[in-house]
């Protein structure tokens, strides 16, 4: 019986394999691992919410199709994500229709189910924790070595260090939420009986007035008041109201004075809060405030080679040294990047080519960026070998002038948008054919040639910092 949810996924592989090309088959369906078959409800587990938002938008016909010839028509499938070891029911999705999708499983913002109504001694409480924002996945770089100190500092001692409240600040996408939640999986790992909890401010807003209009304010501040650590995400939400900020005072002097840990996130330093009164903003400063500042190009790639790894991406070191040069705001941008750029290269069959990149980014991210000359990627590089300019250009086949000549096309190419002819005529009057022979060369040397490499690299990093 145990292993029939497993025939029936796989019969419905077998069926989706045949429609699909085998990159497409490998990313998106290889990874599913399928729970259990309930009547004709099929679960299956998926890495994260935007597999299942993938899956839904583009195969879900695709899905319905499959299932229905393998399990029947009445078949149903139930999305799952891992949360905190084990797996919380996401939703369901009727396969008559696909607008479901809609309704994407956003595990960090649903309310919890009346959790006041738990009698104390039954708590069993649901930490609401997503367990991919580990501290493992978390790069490490300067942008945010004190906050994620600080963190791992609470995870050994929650309520115990001077960093309480941890308050961790910055703009959006820079990790806040990710850091949160990893100090507190870190807490659960560490110390499996502390209760631990996450909410957004938005939805402690909600379930407060809920709480307001149902006589339970009592419940509420109980069962805020018993945790060991209150992880409380994008207070900045709070602003202007009174009422809510009030009732957190409580909580956050209640959970002060019993060594509880507190750890608050916000889009912008304490100082800057408007709308949030002056008594939490004082308490806010007796622990500590990090900021999470932007990470620089190498964390960036960092981030990125992570990421890659981890959802089994394979991206050149061309591409991904060109995207992290030019999506430099955020890691969620950074993100959402690869993601367009491996649904583009899937479903249009396209190489992941730089060409692709600038498309993709072209969409994702008009006018945000400045991009550099061919006359300044010429002046990095001749600096970089110690050549003069004329000797640049000089009607010469010296080793040394046509390398430089052929890497400062390479990047020209790679890195501009200049047309070939252009990054010709502008280095040493050249056509287009020798700018593309140059760029072959170049793609050549760089695999076989070590020390070539090492130029390839000084110079991406030089270009970056232009
Ligand atoms: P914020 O809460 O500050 O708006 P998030 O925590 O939601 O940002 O981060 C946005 C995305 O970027 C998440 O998917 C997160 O995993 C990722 N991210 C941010 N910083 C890092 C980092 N240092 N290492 C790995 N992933 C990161
Ligand atoms: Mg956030």
Not at 88 to 105: F, I, V, Y
Not at 337 to 346: E, F, G, N, P, Y
Request: proline share 3%; aromatic share 10%.
């Amino acid at each position: 019986m145990s292993t029939d949810y497993k025939k029936s996924w796989k019969s419905c592989l077998d069926i989706i394999r045949g429609e699909l090309p085998p990159k497409t088959f490998k990313t998106w369906f290889e990874p599913i691992v399928p729970i259990k078959l309930e009547g004709s409800v099929l679960t299956i587990q998926v890495g994260s919410n935007y597999v299942y938002e993938y899956l839904e938008e583009h195969f879900i016909d695709l899905l319905c199709n499959a299932l229905r010839l393998v399990i029947g028509r009445d078949a149903k499938l139930e999305y799952s994500v891992v949360v905190e070891k084990k797996l919380r029911k996401s939703e369901t999705t009727t396969l008559s229709s696909a607008s479901t999708a809609k309704a994407a499983p956003n595990i960090l913002d649903k309310g919890l189910k009346d959790p006041f109504n738990i009698a104390p001694e039954h708590l069993q409480i649901d930490s609401r924790l997503n367990s991919l924002y580990t501290m493992d996945s978390f790069v490490e770089g300067t942008c945010n070595r004190l906050a994620r100190s600080a963190g791992g500092a609470i995870a050994l001692n929650p309520g115990g260090t001077a960093f309480n409240p941890l308050l961790l600040y910055g703009g959006s996408g820079l990790g806040k939420t990710h850091l949160a939640q990893a100090i507190g999986l870190e807490v659960k790992k560490n110390f499996p009986t502390k209760t631990v909890i996450y909410v957004s401010a938005h939805i402690f807003q909600t379930q407060f007035t809920d709480s307001r209009l149902k006589n339970e304010v009592n419940d509420f501040l109980h069962f805020y008041q018993s945790m060991d650590v209150l992880i409380l995400d994008d207070i900045h939400d709070l602003a202007g109201k009174t009422a809510t900020q009030n009732t957190f005072f409580h909580i956050f002097n209640h959970l002060q004075h019993s060594g509880k840990q507190l750890i608050l996130t916000c889009d912008k330093a304490p100082a800057e809060l408007l709308g949030i009164e002056d008594r939490l903003l004082t308490r806010f400063k007796w622990g500590l405030s990090a900021e999470l500042k932007v990470p620089d190009f190498d964390t960036r790639k960092e981030i990125m080679l992570s990421k890659a790894r981890k959802d089994g991406m394979e991206f050149t070191p061309e591409v991904i040294d060109y995207i992290c040069r030019h999506v430099h705001n955020n890691v969620r941008e950074l993100e959402g990047t690869m993601i367009s750029l491996l649904a583009q290269s899937t479903f249009n069959k396209r190489d992941m080519s730089i060409d692709l990149v600038k498309e993709v980014l072209g969409k994702t991210l008009p006018l945000q960026h400045k991009e550099i000359t061919v006359g300044q990627i010429q002046s990095v590089v001749c600096d970089y070998f110690k050549l003069e300019p004329d000797d640049f250009h000089a009607k010469t086949r010296k080793r040394e002038i046509v390398q430089a000549r052929y890497l400062a096309m390479y990047f020209c190419k790679n890195y501009t948008k200049s047309s070939l002819a252009s990054i010709g005529s502008q280095i040493g009057n050249k056509d287009h054919a020798t700018v593309l022979y140059a760029c072959k060369v170049v793609e050549d040397l760089k695999d076989t040639d070590k020390k070539f490499k090492v130029h390839i690299e000084e110079l991406q990093k030089r270009l970056y910092a232009y």
